[in-house]
Structures are given as structure tokens and as C-alpha cells.
């Protein structure tokens, strides 16, 4: 059995080898990010389910034999679910082609060179790509995960934010300050895959 390591500051997770991934990816991490937004309680249910796949501080995924380790196993998969159990409902977030067209770059950039992080050598960090598209209103955020190849576990891990002490990304997921966002998917050479999502208050493009 294999073993990997979660090395979380952005969320890196193991997933399957690269490969080509479904096109429509992109839309389905948004539909699942406003699953989670408009029936955060519902979605506790989720968490639960893939709470019974861990075995002390790493879980393999279903018709997998790779252990997956986490920083902090179940407890940070519990306070995820402590969290959804008391979050108020959020209205979804608007789809926007210029937002996942800035969070390409990077999907894309990233996807040739194995880096991770917010900033790329070629296409800068999040608010000079978001502005090369569009102009944002009030405020702007970006999450990144690495790994999963299928919606639900790209939203569930980033809930969850394994080894991220603020719990940034899930804390991006539920505020009510974004109306609007756009999301790129692309294969990763060390991760298998990664989605970008950028965030916005508003944009007009």
C-alpha cells in the first residue's frame, strides 16, 4: 500500500494519476460549492459519510489503495461538520467567463510547470490576473485545490482545509461578500488535478 503525505498551506491532496478531465468539471465544482452555500446543514451529511474512511490520521478513497495523510485526521473533519451544522444558508454564487478565464491562467500555467500557490511566474498573482479580465467590485478571493478529479471532493476538502489554520478556503466558500465567481480545472503533473476559483463581489466585464 502507498503512502503520501497532505502537505496543506493551499490544499494538496493525492488523487488519480493525470489524465484528461472532464470539460465540464469547472460547472460541477460550482454546483457543488452552491449545494454547500444555499444547504450548508445538508451538506454536513457529506463530511459525515467520508468521515468513516479514515483510519487514524489518513483515509483511502473509495476503490483506492493509497493512503491519503492528513495533518489533523478526523478533528478538523468534525469542526467542518460543527461548522456546517450552525452555518446560515448563503445565496449561490453567479457563474462569470472573464473570473474562470483569470483563474485559467493559472489552472493553466500551473499545469505545465507542477508549481503551486496563488502566484505564477507568468501570470502574476490573483488580483493583477482578475483585473487583466474584468473589473471586480468590493472584494476578491481565491481558492485552490489540488488532487481530487471529481467535484465533491474538491469542495469537501476544501471545507474541510485540512492543516490551514484559518480555514481560508471554506472561509471564502461561505461569505456572504461574493455574489460571483468563476472556476478552471485543468490536469496537474503532481497532483493529477487542480481547480482554480476566483472570487468577486461583483464583476463587470
Known amino acids: 500500500m502507498r503512502c503520501v503525505y497532505v502537505a496543506i498551506c493551499i490544499l494538496l491532496v493525492l488523487a488519480a494519476p493525470a489524465a484528461a478531465l472532464d470539460q465540464g468539471l469547472a460547472g460541477q465544482v460550482l454546483t457543488e460549492l452552491n449545494l454547500a452555500r444555499s444547504a450548508p446543514r445538508s451538506y454536513a451529511g457529506f463530511l459525515r459519510s467520508f468521515r468513516r474512511q479514515y483510519h487514524g490520521s489518513y483515509y483511502l478513497l473509495p476503490g483506492s489503495d493509497v493512503r491519503i495523510l492528513t495533518n489533523e485526521g478526523t478533528k478538523a473533519v468534525d469542526e467542518a461538520i460543527r461548522f456546517l451544522s450552525r452555518q446560515r444558508p448563503r445565496l449561490p454564487l453567479r457563474w462569470s467567463g472573464r473570473l474562470a478565464a483569470a483563474a485559467d491562467e493559472l489552472a493553466q500555467e500551473q499545469g505545465r510547470s507542477g508549481d ?26 481565491e481558492d485552490i485545490g489540488y488532487g481530487p478529479s471529481d467535484a465533491r471532493n474538491m469542495v469537501m476538502q476544501l471545507i474541510i482545509d485540512d492543516g490551514v489554520p484559518n480555514r481560508g478556503h471554506r472561509t471564502n ?4 461578500a461574493f455574489d460571483t465567481a468563476g472556476v478552471a480545472c485543468g490536469p496537474h503533473p503532481r497532483f493529477g488535478s487542480m481547480c482554480v476559483i476566483d472570487f468577486a463581489g461583483g464583476f463587470r466585464e
Open 116 to 141: 503551486t500557490g496563488h502566484t505564477g511566474r507568468q501570470s502574476h498573482g490573483m488580483q493583477e490576473r482578475i483585473e487583466r479580465h474584468g473589473r471586480w467590485e468590493r472584494q476578491i478571493a
Open 173 to 176: 466558500i461561505f461569505s456572504a
